[in-house]
């Protein structure tokens, strides 16, 4: 076991400076540890203390007579040279370094040393001034988050170089009913890096999706390299901070931050076939896509809809942003045509229009999916004076339910007020990528298509652009 | 009264095509005037009743023993130009109507026919194809909306090409909680157009903001010499859908708008000075931020955190618009330094770190409020571990109550989950303009920046650009 698999599966850990006291990180660590049933061994240290939370309290990481793969470390910055030595002396394979006050307060000179000594030793340190890590599938949760912040499991990994924006977004993903796989708070990055972390969760088969909120990168060539490996493999969505001049001197001052301008970012990200987004929403619309388990098939794609107004946005977005609205074939129209009621407009959008219900929407769909030549779907429900949103939304989850064995992709788009927004909770519950309004369904689109030609491309030419 | 003045300030309402059954349109429009209490006369006219919903019904609007001002009508298309001749001879100033079948399905003959009528007798016409007209100082609701579908009492008036949106936007501003003064459905624009309900809503006391989604511009010269106007006054966002080739066609078949390519329309709404967005949830940020009681007092925009890493979004995509984070003079910086903790970072943004509270933003907003070299404030709360955002935002309030007596724009910034979006619903219903993550609360920033530049730009070369 190296390093970094300790990280994310060990089978031991140790918690330093654990606490009885509840508003004590070292608490905090402990009881989400215990709280999440997490299955290998827990070790508490803490010279102060024989039990704490049942479990047995050693003075020493050097005390606990089993080996130890993770430990936890929750002491403050001045006491952590000295700690680092006793873990490599243990064999801890891996140390997630929670204090702050290292050199995102301009305090290079103790980052550095308790990297030496880690390196000495062959310990691998995430962090310091972290936040801690969760994987679910192997119900670790070695984080101060509150119990109300425990993810939806699922198949995306957050990687966060912010703790506060890390843990903030953990909330807006549950709420939004998006899974998570893993949350790795990677803080000052004196050692493990995002090269390292997607290296491990590239090959992870619980995560699908890799999502970084990034201000730097200090090794660009080696990212580079193993993010276009990944990207043949899954998707890396990259939100950016520190693009400009004065975000820069703002992300310095935040995680210490390396200045580099933003357009060598680009180019690496267009390299590495990296999904990047200026905006969180965005890169979350477009997480939820790529979660979702659709085969790319090619670019043509359908929007259905009932209301011709969003049918217009659409097309327009789509057509914005390179995407393809086919042409549809003449006896493909002809079908629709016999299936639909005869005031149903048959282009591209098939406006089903102001009486469109559930049976319209369900065969207008079945066949759009049964139908080789269309690649995509936009199916539209505009919540109007005649259609049902709940009742629409069942005959577009049965027709996708009975007919997409193939998994091409289908976007459910939603316009209206709270019940629009509860039926799309309710289809993105059922699997279905489901957004408020045609921009964030085009968006998703959008990110599903480059994703796939990017990989494309790498395996072309072995680069994009 | 002149016939645009008729359709939002009527003194008497006749309903052609009036109905008992509540499935219908014709009572749907009936019930909802009474039930919203109408203040003037309202007229049933259908020869087959004497009396509905306890109102005398009238057999033909030539029965009618008073003055009446608008008549909504809801009989199929075919019979339209009969009733419209029997509005003129009664001398009826406007006319809502609502069916369709007119030129959005090739029909222009009869759509010509019934406003060479009208016109005859001088009587406006909103639409045909549209779903009313609700003008809410006045009481008056003449669609056929559900009643879940009451909006919020505001200053925002909606105007919209396409009916199914029209009901879609307006449940989204009341989960969103955006007060709408008006909410007018203009459908193929056969006569009353874009241009006259701004030069009417331009001049309303009770309309703030005026929101437009357009599909096309018939007379684009009287547009922009009235639009123009209006700007000086009050802001107008546009949603322009059909702006690409594949756009304008769908356009075309939805509501029989005129082909024009896209950029003419930039062109016309720069020297206009109006606010366009291509994306619908944009446009209502900004509509909400237009909508408060703020003054421009010049640019210098400061940011107030405790996330480092949404300090940092915030001050990319500000500097990404163009706007200006301002360099905090010294002696500003030493009066941050002397009310906030020693761990506060004072810069732009002033990052109040992990451990901001209540009374850390409390200082800082009052701070920052009571300078006059601080123009507008954004002010962001992350929710972490540590701050609670229902507290933090009380903080805030306060400040803004007891000192932002000279309406500087403010703008509450919230990330994170359920509690978090709670607590940006509170912030809104205390009047603050209130967004979910940095890019939305800097676009409304930017919205209402331009909106004053645009404003001065008029005034002072009488176009924009």
Chains 1, 2 share one sequence.
Not at 22 to 29: A, F
Not at 83 to 101: N, T
Request: charged share 25%; proline share 6%.
């Amino acid at each position: 076991m190296n390093g970094i698999s300790a990280l994310f599966l060990p089978k031991s850990v140790a918690v330093i400076g654990a606490s009885k006291s509840p508003q004590k990180i070292g608490y905090r660590i402990l009881n989400n540890l215990i709280r999440w049933k997490f299955e290998g061994k827990i070790y508490p240290v803490n010279p102060k203390y024989n039990e704490i939370l049942g479990l047995k309290c050693y003075p020493s990481i050097l005390e606990i007579p089993d080996d130890v793969d993770l430990a936890v470390v929750t002491i403050p910055a001045e006491a952590t040279p000295h700690i680092i030595e006793e873990l490599g002396k243990k064999g801890v394979k891996a140390a997630v370094m929670i204090p702050s006050g290292f050199s995102e307060i301009g305090r290079r000179d103790l980052e550095q040393k308790i990297v030496d000594i880690a390196k000495k030793y062959g310990v691998r340190i995430l962090g310091p001034n972290v936040f801690g890590i969760m994987y679910i599938p192997e119900k670790l949760n070695a984080t101060f988050a509150a119990e109300t912040l425990d993810p939806h499991p699922g198949n995306i990994a957050l990687i966060t170089q912010s703790g506060a924006l890390g843990v903030a977004l953990i909330g807006w993903t549950k709420m939004e009913n998006l899974g998570l796989s893993a949350m790795v708070s990677i803080g000052n990055k004196a050692d493990i890096d995002d090269a390292d972390l997607i290296s491990f969760l590239g090959n992870d088969p619980n995560t699908e999706v890799i999502l970084i909120y990034m201000e730097d990168i200090r090794d660009p060539r080696r990212f580079l390299k193993i993010a276009r490996r990944v990207t043949l493999k899954k998707p890396i969505i990259v939100i950016k901070a520190g693009r400009t001049k004065r975000g820069i001197r703002a992300a310095a001052s935040h995680t210490g931050a390396l200045a580099a301008p933003y357009y060598l970012y680009e180019a690496l990200f267009k390299q590495a076939g990296i999904l990047y987004s200026n905006s969180i929403t965005e890169a979350f619309y477009w997480a939820r896509m790529l979660s979702a388990p659709y085969h790319y098939y090619g670019d043509n794609t359908l929007i259905i809809t009932n209301g011709g107004g969003a049918g217009v946005i659409a097309t327009d977005t789509i057509e914005e942003k390179g995407l393809k609205l086919m042409e549809l074939p003449d006896d493909l129209k002809r079908k629709f045509k016999e299936i639909l009621p005869p005031y149903v407009q048959v282009g591209n959008p098939i406006d089903l229009a102001a009486y469109a219900d559930r049976d319209s929407y369900y065969e207008a769909l079945t066949l759009a999916i049964r139908d080789k030549r269309v690649h995509a779907i936009i199916v539209i429900n505009v919540h109007t004076v005649h259609a049902i949103p709940h009742e629409v939304a069942d005959g577009i989850i049965e027709a996708v339910e009975e007919e997409n064995i193939y998994g091409k992709p289908i976007i459910y788009c939603g316009i209206g007020g709270e019940k629009a927004v509860e039926v799309i909770r309710y289809v993105n519950e059922r699997g279905i990528p489901a957004y408020w309004g045609p921009e964030a369904a085009v968006s998703a689109l959008y990110a599903f298509i480059t994703y796939h030609n990017n990989k494309r491309k790498i395996i072309e030419k072995g680069i994009v652009i």
